[in-house]
């Protein structure tokens, strides 16, 4: 049963560090050798569930190993795509968390990581602005806030403070339809910058790209600018948000 990132990747789950050379498989009991590439995970047992005729753990179980093993900026990527694209509910999520025994490793960033997934994360690069502001204790974001003009239906804002926006800037947000003339080109780019004028006359505008999401200070400062500033205490959970 292939677990882990194995799981992960025939699950098509994003991942934000580098895919790893070995693959895992779950055994439940000590003593398995591995190969050079094979290597065992030692876990509870696990329902199986079918990936292109591989035996795998599921998502969920995916999700939480991920957790307990690997980097909070991965498990939280993986989780708020499978959230959003109905792979596991957040039930789902807390099942396997409370499945791990309570001095059990990895069970508190297992816990974390329920606690922080999120479906309305559109992107890998949005999920990692997100852990990062956390692990800033930067104020907590509202997610795919709506906004309005007299004119109708701005768009929706990748993170919302009052008075601020805070936008990623993948490149979905400026893809041009395969085969796209110049034209279409100066049409999108034209369309984003009308929607970001209409933006800034509600709001501050706060923009970052992947090398700057990537460098939490660096995102710091970018934020800092808009006024977004590190609070003495997180309370990222205090309002059951």
């Not at 065992?40 to 995916?62: H, N, Q, Y």
């Not at 991920?66 to 596991?88: I, K, N, P, S």
């Amino acid at each position: 049963m292939f677990a882990r990132e194995a799981a992960a990747a025939l699950w098509g789950l994003p991942r934000i560090t580098p895919w790893p050379v070995h693959v895992h498989h779950l055994v439940t009991r000590r003593g398995v050798s591995g190969a050079k590439v094979l290597r065992p995970f030692l876990g509870s047992e696990a329902e199986p569930a079918e990936v292109d005729g591989l035996v795998v753990t599921s998502v969920a179980r995916t999700i939480v190993d991920l957790a307990r093993t690997g980097t909070l900026h991965d498990a939280v990527t993986a989780a708020d795509h499978a959230l959003r694209h109905g792979f596991c509910t957040e039930a789902d999520l807390l099942g396997e968390v409370a499945s791990v025994p309570a001095r059990g490793h990895g069970r508190g960033a297992a816990a974390l990581v329920a606690e922080l997934a999120d479906g309305r994360s559109m992107s890998p690069g949005e999920s990692l602005s997100r852990v990062q502001m956390f692990v800033l204790r930067l104020p907590r974001p509202e997610l795919q806030v709506a906004y309005h003009d007299d004119q109708g239906h701005v768009g929706d804002a990748d993170f919302g403070w009052k008075g601020v926006v805070g936008e990623f800037d993948g490149r979905l947000k400026y893809r041009v339809p395969p085969g796209g003339s110049p034209r279409d080109v100066e049409r999108v780019v034209w369309a984003e910058k009308r929607r970001e004028d209409r933006l800034r006359r509600q709001a501050r505008v706060a923009r970052w790209v992947w090398a700057e999401a990537v460098q939490k200070h660096r995102l710091a400062a970018i934020l800092a600018q808009v006024g977004i500033t590190p609070e003495r205490r997180s309370a990222w959970f205090d309002l059951g948000a």
